[in-house]
Antibody
Framework: EVQLVESGGGLVQPGGSRRLSCAVSGFSFSSYWMGWVRQAPGKGLEWVANIKQDGSEKNYVDSVKGRFTISRDNAKNSLYLQMYSLRAEDTAVYYC????????????WGQGTLVTVSS | DIQMTQSPSTLSASVGDRVTITCRASQSISDWLAWYQQKPGKAPNLLIYKASSLERGVPSRFSGSGSGTEFTLTISSLQPDDIATYYCQQYKSYSGGTFGQGTKVEVK
């Protein structure tokens, strides 16, 4: 069974940082592009970042470029999102997602982890 | 950037009704479109990809159609378990694609 389990969410002050993790099981992690999608409270879905199988290619939505870094550890079957200079508008549930086939759609989602940016 | 517009924003229907949700792209995306279902408090779930391909395990009452700029998601006979918000996503122009704003389906 495919499982994606996020952790690391919580309350953080504006300007602060946070690292999200996603532990993966049930499939060959190193064979897939992976990504993060977020959802602000009561709002729609927004793709945040994705990363190639070997980590050699990474992409970000404009609003997080220079502040967020996506990475992966294929030996640990884990995906990460390091977030810096957090803003109130980054408050959201962050979902770890598996990309079916490079730059396509997301066929598996984690349960999400809530990041709240507030003083 | 490609913009995706869904209509309606909210839909009220009775159990057993045929339900149709529309998604329009600001430019042609061929058939590079996916549909997701999101129940309250849960993660989204993939229903349809490549505009009309049903994801494994998804009930056959769900279907997708369209190409170019106009797409539809149809539920042939609405069931209580289908109460959710539905999102379309284009993946022609990446990175990460663009989601529609969502359509909330309620029971009348």
């Amino acid at each position: 069974e495919v499982q994606l389990v996020e952790s690391g969410g919580g309350l953080v002050q504006p300007g602060g940082s946070r690292r999200l993790s996603c532990a993966v099981s049930g499939f060959s992690f190193s064979s897939y592009w992976m990504g993060w999608v977020r959802q602000a409270p009561g709002k729609g879905l927004e793709w945040v970042a994705n990363i190639k199988q070997d980590g050699s290619e990474k992409n970000y939505v404009d609003s997080v470029k220079g502040r967020f870094t996506i990475s992966r550890d294929n030996a640990k079957n884990s995906l990460y999102l390091q977030m810096y200079s957090l803003r109130a508008e980054d408050t959201a549930v962050y979902y770890c997602v598996r990309d079916r086939d490079a730059y396509t759609y997301f066929d598996h989602w984690g349960q999400g982890t809530l990041v709240t940016v507030s003083s | 950037d490609i913009q995706m517009t869904q209509s309606p924003s909210t839909l009220s229907a009775s159990v057993g009704d045929r339900v149709t949700i529309t998604c329009r792209a600001s430019q042609s995306i061929s058939d590079w479109l996916a549909w997701y279902q999101q129940k309250p408090g849960k993660a989204p779930n993939l229903l349809i990809y490549k505009a009309s391909s049903l994801e494994r395990g998804v009930p056959s009452r769900f279907s997708g159609s369209g190409s170019g700029t106009e797409f539809t998601l149809t539920i042939s006979s609405l069931q209580p378990d289908d109460i959710a918000t539905y999102y379309c996503q284009q993946y022609k122009s990446y990175s990460g694609g663009t989601f529609g704003q969502g359509t909330k389906v309620e029971v009348k």
